[in-house]
């Protein structure tokens, strides 16, 4: 599968913004889809990640209660609704695809297969 992620930007701390991933070539509803960032001079963290169906959601505890992952099986769209930004959210943003068979680490870079090429986000303060 293909992943196109857009969306990102420049934005005030305390603002909001949302990231969209388009997926081609396979079933997209057969996938479990996460969002990853990379902040300059760090590692590649996990964010959040929703399962296949849409029924399950996962966060990391510094995004938790700020961003919202959801998807469109229809439009074979992955979205981020990333809302009260900080500066220490600023990061390429990355959507990632995993299964099946459904990876056991997907907290972690290596449980996913295919990757999009990543959108920026920076937060101002």
């Known amino acids: 599968v293909q992943l196109q992620a857009c969306g990102g930007g420049l934005v005030q701390a305390g603002g909001s913004l949302r990231l969209s991933c388009v997926a081609s070539g396979r079933t997209f509803s057969a996938y479990d889809m996460a969002w990853f960032r990379r902040a300059p001079g760090k590692e590649r963290e996990f964010v959040g990640r929703?399962?296949?169906?849409?029924?399950?959601?996962s966060y990391a505890d510094s995004v938790k209660d700020r961003f919202t992952i959801s998807r469109d099986n229809a439009k074979n769209t992955l979205y981020l609704q990333m809302s009260s930004l900080k500066p220490e959210d600023t990061a390429v943003y990355y959507c990632?695809?995993?299964?099946?068979?459904?990876?056991?680490?997907?907290?972690?870079?290596?449980?996913?297969?295919?990757w999009g090429q990543g959108t920026q986000v920076t937060v101002s303060s």
């Open positions: 929703i399962r296949w169906s849409g029924a399950d959601t």
């Open positions: 990632a695809a995993s299964g099946p068979p459904y990876s056991l680490t997907w907290r972690k870079p290596n449980g996913y297969h295919y």
